[in-house]
Structure formats: structure tokens, C-alpha cells
């Protein structure tokens, strides 16, 4: 019985193949100062299918706007990848799109969190300020009684969000605090 080996959907010797193909391309282009050329369709179908199938990780599978994540990883893999992934330093362009792709799901997952917690903090203060009513059952105004903001769910993601934020301010400020260390040092050994 003979050992097949997997069949991978992106094969990257004829991804890497075709990247450096496109590259002397676009280097040609450029040294004569023509339009770029589009990336060819199967770089297009390679980056398509990295970022499909990452979607799928169990990382990002349960979240509603996974389709934005894909298209955020595609539109990364095209702007930055295509052009600047090195033939000669590496020849796994899988892997390197895929970190591309992997990053850009993390960026719109922190987008999307901002997000829900500026909405959810908006509603809050208008509940706060008494300017948040729901409908009652005759058409009529209603009351702030009925809105329920207080859910273990939103209670955790905002304690969470609010966590997150303190420590990259707290980090920041002590990147700051450091940087100004070494002004003052600066300043002190010059005199």
C-alpha cells in the first residue's frame, strides 16, 4: 500500500512559482514607469482560499461579520503581501499570506469590540439621562423600566474592554515615562 501525500488547497511551490513570476513583472513595470499589471487569477485564488479556510479556525468561526474579516484579509494579502514577500528570504508564501490574513481577522475582531462597546456605553448614557424610552404596548411613550442593560454578558465584555484599554494606556504611559527617562539621562551627560 503506497502513502499519498495531502492534497493541500494552495500548493505552495506554484504559489511561490507565480509570486515571483508576477514580481519580475511588476519590477519591469515599474523600471519603465507603465501601468502595474493585475495580479494574476490564481495568486487571486490562492489568497481566497488562505483566507476562506482560515475563517473556518475556531478562532474566528463563531463571529457574525466573519465576512468582513475575510474581506479585510484578502484586501491586506493584496496591498501588502503580493508586492513585498521576499522570494529569496523565504519560500513559503502560505505561510506568510496566512499571517497576513491571520492579523487582519485580529484587527477587525478589535474594531468590531470598540464598536459594540461605544454602542453599548451610547445606549447606557441615554438610559442615564433619561432620554431612552421603549414603546409601550398602546403606542404611547414608554418607560426606561423595560431597557435592560445589566446582562452577565455585556457586564463581562465591558469589564473586559475597559481592562484591555487601562493596560495599553498604563503601557503607554510607561513607554512615555521612559523615553523621557532617557531625555533627562541625555540631558544630564551633556552638561
Same mark, same amino acid.
Given at each position: 500500500?503506497?502513502?499519498?501525500?495531502?492534497?493541500?488547497?494552495?500548493?505552495?511551490?506554484?504559489?511561490?512559482?507565480?509570486?515571483?513570476?508576477?514580481?519580475?513583472?511588476?519590477?519591469?513595470?515599474?523600471? #519603465?514607469?507603465?501601468?502595474?499589471?493585475?495580479?494574476? &487569477?490564481?495568486?487571486?485564488?490562492?489568497?481566497?482560499?488562505?483566507?476562506?479556510? @482560515?475563517?473556518?479556525?475556531?478562532?474566528?468561526?463563531?463571529?457574525?461579520?466573519?465576512?468582513?474579516?475575510?474581506? +479585510?484579509?484578502?484586501?491586506?494579502?493584496?496591498?501588502?503581501?503580493?508586492?513585498?514577500?521576499?522570494?529569496?528570504?523565504?519560500?513559503?508564501?502560505?505561510?506568510?499570506?496566512? &499571517?497576513?490574513?491571520?492579523?487582519?481577522?485580529?484587527?477587525?475582531?478589535?474594531?468590531?469590540?470598540?464598536?459594540?462597546?461605544?454602542?453599548?456605553?451610547?445606549? #447606557?448614557?441615554?438610559?442615564?439621562?433619561? #432620554?431612552?424610552?421603549?414603546?409601550?404596548?398602546?403606542?404611547?411613550?414608554?418607560?426606561? +423600566?423595560?431597557?435592560? @442593560? +445589566?446582562?452577565?454578558?455585556?457586564?463581562?465584555?465591558? #469589564?473586559?474592554?475597559?481592562?484591555? @484599554?487601562?493596560?495599553?494606556?498604563?503601557?503607554?504611559?510607561?513607554?512615555?515615562?521612559?523615553?523621557? @527617562?532617557?531625555?533627562?539621562?541625555?540631558?544630564?551627560?551633556?552638561?
Amino acid at each position: 500500500m503506497s502513502k499519498k501525500t495531502p492534497k493541500h488547497y494552495v500548493n505552495n511551490a506554484d504559489f511561490l512559482k507565480a509570486i515571483a513570476e508576477y514580481q519580475a513583472i511588476l519590477k519591469k513595470a515599474k523600471e #519603465e514607469n507603465k501601468p502595474l499589471p493585475i495580479i494574476p &487569477q490564481y495568486i487571486g485564488e490562492c489568497i481566497i482560499q488562505i483566507s476562506n479556510r @482560515l475563517s473556518f479556525n475556531p478562532n474566528f468561526v463563531n463571529y457574525t461579520y466573519r465576512d468582513e474579516m475575510i474581506s +479585510d484579509g484578502i484586501e491586506n494579502a493584496i496591498a501588502y503581501g503580493v508586492s513585498n514577500f521576499n522570494t529569496e528570504k523565504s519560500k513559503n508564501p502560505f505561510a506568510y499570506f496566512t &499571517q497576513i490574513v491571520y492579523f487582519a481577522f485580529v484587527r477587525r475582531i478589535n474594531k468590531e469590540k470598540k464598536i459594540l462597546y461605544a454602542k453599548h456605553k451610547a445606549i #447606557e448614557n441615554s438610559v442615564i439621562m433619561g #432620554e431612552a424610552y421603549t414603546n409601550s404596548e398602546h403606542g404611547g411613550a414608554g418607560s426606561t +423600566d423595560y431597557i435592560k @442593560l +445589566d446582562n452577565d454578558y455585556m457586564s463581562d465584555f465591558v #469589564e473586559k474592554y475597559e481592562a484591555t @484599554l487601562a493596560k495599553k494606556k498604563a503601557k503607554a504611559a510607561a513607554k512615555k515615562g521612559l523615553e523621557t @527617562l532617557a531625555i533627562t539621562q541625555k540631558e544630564k551627560s551633556s552638561k
